[in-house]
């Protein structure tokens, strides 16, 4: 099943939430000179255009990045940044997904290697970097290719994992594939993206994760809307080798950017899933 199409969603709360840790976690990854690959399993098209018919169908980012852009909150201006290098004429008109914010931070030695299934999509983000030597893009399953990639080389950096979570299998699927995963990569930063959903599937997620042999795991959570909202009412975001200062840089920031985008009574929780 391939019905999802994140055009729809781009720049919302839960990017926001998802792409400020990541650009947290890239700008920590690359402090040091030595080159990192950065794998994605679920990669998109890498940039959506906000005024094209998916992105203006329910205006999405008007509630996430619209709001976080221009309010200047310190700890979020790395990522920030990377949106602003998308939008050189002060206007919101382009929103750069995981692996474009991915190539904003690479280095002339890193590598990324995208997973992308979606035909359509895969070939946008195969046009999207045909001129970046840095990256590799594939046209296959996100779990199965990444797998076989590791450990990459270079052998430090990390992995995002951002299913759709269109099919109820995929909270199994995550937990299977971290596992292997981190045999494979022991020493590899991973994180792993999503939904707060009234269903619950990603507390028992939650709680098999917390079940393996796996430690280390960090939890970020936001709730922006009550639990019986309907939809998706908060987003989640789970480290597994968290580089440092990701946690105090977490912590500092993450409250003004829940001001920032949530209009009623809203949660934030930084957790460690499993400590060390
Ligand atoms: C949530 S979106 C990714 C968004 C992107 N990571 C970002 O943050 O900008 C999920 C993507 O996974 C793709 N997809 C679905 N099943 C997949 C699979 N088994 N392997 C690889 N990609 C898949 C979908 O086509 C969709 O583009």
Redesign the pocket.
């Known amino acids: 099943?391939?019905s999802?199409?994140?055009g729809y969603?781009?720049g919302n709360f839960a990017?926001v939430h998802?792409?400020l840790i990541?650009s947290m976690m890239l700008q920590s990854l690359t402090r040091k000179d030595k080159p990192l690959s950065y794998l994605?399993?679920?990669?998109?098209?890498?940039m959506?255009d906000l005024s094209d018919e998916q992105a203006q169908k329910n205006q999405e980012f008007q509630s996430g990045i619209s709001k976080l852009w221009q309010a200047g909150l310190k700890g979020t201006e790395v990522y920030c940044e990377a949106v602003t290098a998308q939008n050189t004429s002060g206007e919101l008109a382009f929103y750069?997904?995981?692996?474009?914010?991915a190539q904003h931070f690479a280095r002339a030695n890193d590598k990324l290697m995208l997973?992308?299934?979606?035909p359509q999509?895969?070939q946008v983000l195969k046009r999207h970097f045909r001129q970046d030597s840095r990256v590799a893009v594939h046209q296959?399953?996100?779990?199965?290719?990444v797998l076989a990639m590791l450990p990459p080389k270079p052998n430090r950096g990390m992995v995002?994992i951002?299913?759709?979570y269109?099919d109820k299998s995929e909270y199994d699927q995550v937990v299977a594939f971290i596992k292997r995963a981190k045999q494979l990569w022991p020493n590899g930063s991973y994180a792993i993206?999503y939904p707060l959903l009234e269903a619950n599937r990603w507390k028992s997620m939650k709680h098999k994760l917390q079940r393996t042999s796996i430690r280390n795991i960090l939890c970020s959570e936001i709730e922006i809307n009550p639990a019986d909202a309907g939809g998706m009412y908060g987003s989640g975001m789970l480290m597994v080798n968290p580089p440092w200062p990701l946690e105090d840089n977490i912590r500092a920031t993450m409250p003004g950017v829940l001001s920032t985008l949530a209009e009623g009574a809203a949660v934030d929780r930084l957790e460690w899933l499993a400590p060390e």
């Open positions: 099943m391939l999802y199409q994140h969603h781009a990017d998802k792409h990541l994605e399993t679920h990669s998109g098209r890498a959506y750069p997904g995981s692996p474009s914010l997973m992308e299934l979606h999509e895969s296959r399953d996100g779990y199965e290719g995002l951002d299913p759709a269109e993206w």
